[in-house]
Nanobody, 126 residues
């Protein structure tokens, strides 16, 4: 199994940028597709972005496409989320998650992920 720890959250003004990182320990991260999800107060957890095991395929929610970029470094066992042009509606706790299934048609379903980090708070002020 794998343990995930997110970092990089914080408070930023609208239009600003943040970079989140997810560090893995235990089993090598190359065994997992990785995703980022977020949950705002009073709302359901929602898909943000995902990346395949190799990093060749990426997937984005419509709300973040063109602003957020997911990447991974399997040698360093890390996954990153670069968030630009942040909006107040991006405010949420952000979670990284690992999916050990070899292939899926889509990676947007939270219930498909096997391991989760504890989350990091992102707050965007207007």
């Amino acid at each position: 199994q794998v343990q995930l720890i997110e970092s990089g959250g914080g408070l930023v003004q609208a239009g600003g940028s943040l970079r989140l990182s997810c560090a893995a320990s235990g089993r090598a991260l190359s065994n997992y597709a990785m995703g980022w999800f977020r949950q705002a107060p009073g709302k359901e957890r929602e898909f943000v972005t995902a990346i395949s095991r190799s990093g060749r395929s990426t997937y984005y929610a419509t709300s973040v496409k063109g602003r957020f970029t997911i990447s991974r470094d399997n040698a360093q066992n890390t996954v990153s989320l670069q968030m630009n042009s942040l909006k107040p509606e991006d405010t949420a706790i952000y979670y990284c998650a690992a999916d050990e299934t070899a292939y899926r048609h889509t990676y947007s379903a939270a219930e498909d992920y096997d391991y989760w980090g504890q989350g990091t708070q992102v707050t965007v002020s207007s």
